[in-house]
């Protein structure tokens, strides 16, 4: 399943969906994570897409549909790279369960956050050539692993606001610490969103949709949320009550 040179030093939580992170002290002793220490989440399967037949769909509100291969994005567009951290919001869960129990959930240390250098193009350098039309507010993200939640098959998927997704930090990346992608980090393409939870930074990048409204996708419109500490059980939260988490305190 795993290349296992690709796999991450230290705990494995889950093999399938394949969770794993490196405990603290390995962690820090690096200010950029190496690759095999970077943590992992996932919530389904770690799918291996064929990088030659591999296309990018850009679809919604813009006047030109786009349809990019991984070398039309490296030729077409400049290349930037960024540094940044990402952090999940399952991080120091075990703590929290502590207080309170949290079904379902893996209860993570400290492990899930990491840093590195980016290399891909600017996602606005690719929206600008598909024209944005004026409805779009919000630019969603769909990854190509396969997600059930209740037997049902809901992918994954998240969205930023347009004003957000112009400024020059998003990235689609390629490259990682000057290293190919790795499957488990989402090769042959993902989203970084620096300065946002993990969840928005979608892996296996299969399509990016301008809409006039938020991803109505499981993981951006019921997951992710912060409640009212009147809310006790997640089963029974009213989703559109929750606040949408995206910017990192
Ligand atoms: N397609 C897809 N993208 C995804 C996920 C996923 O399960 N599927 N997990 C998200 C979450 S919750 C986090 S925290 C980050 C983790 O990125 P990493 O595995 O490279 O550390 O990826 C995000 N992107
Ligand atoms: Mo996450």
Same mark, same amino acid.
């Given at each position: ?15 399938? *969906? ?38 990018? #769909? ?121 290293? *190919? ?34 991803? #109505? ?10 409640? *009212? ?21």
């Amino acid at each position: 399943m795993n290349d296992p040179s690709t796999r991450t030093l230290g705990i494995v939580y889950q093999e399938q *969906p394949y969770n794993a992170g490196t405990p603290l002290p390995q962690l820090c002793s690096s200010f950029v994570t190496p690759q095999e220490r970077f943590f992992a989440r996932s919530h389904g399967n770690t799918p291996t897409i064929d990088s030659e037949s591999y296309r990018l #769909h850009i679809t919604g509100n813009v006047r030109n549909y786009l349809e990019l291969s991984l070398a039309e994005l490296r030729n077409r567009f400049p290349s930037y790279t960024v540094m940044a951290t990402l952090q999940c919001t399952g991080s120091r869960r075990k703590e929290l369960a502590e207080l309170r129990p949290i079904p379902g959930e893996l209860l993570w240390g400290g492990e899930p956050i990491s840093n590195a250098i980016w290399r891909g193009v600017a996602l606005r350098d690719v929206l600008a050539a598909a024209e944005i039309e004026p409805e779009a507010r919000y630019v969603a993200f769909a990854g190509l692993d396969e997600v059930l939640k209740d037997d049902e098959q809901v992918g994954f998927g998240s969205s930023i606001a347009l004003e957000k997704a112009l400024s020059p930090e998003v990235l689609l990346a390629y490259e990682m610490n000057d290293q *190919p992608l790795t499957p488990e980090h989402g090769a042959p393409l993902r989203v970084i969103v620096p300065g946002y939870i993990g969840a928005r930074s979608v892996k296996w990048l299969g399509a990016i949709t301008l809409q006039s409204e938020p991803s #109505h996708n499981y993981f951006q419109a019921k997951s992710y949320k912060l409640f *009212p500490s009147y809310v006790t059980e997640a089963a029974k939260a009213d989703a559109s009550q929750g606040q949408t988490l995206e910017a990192l305190p």
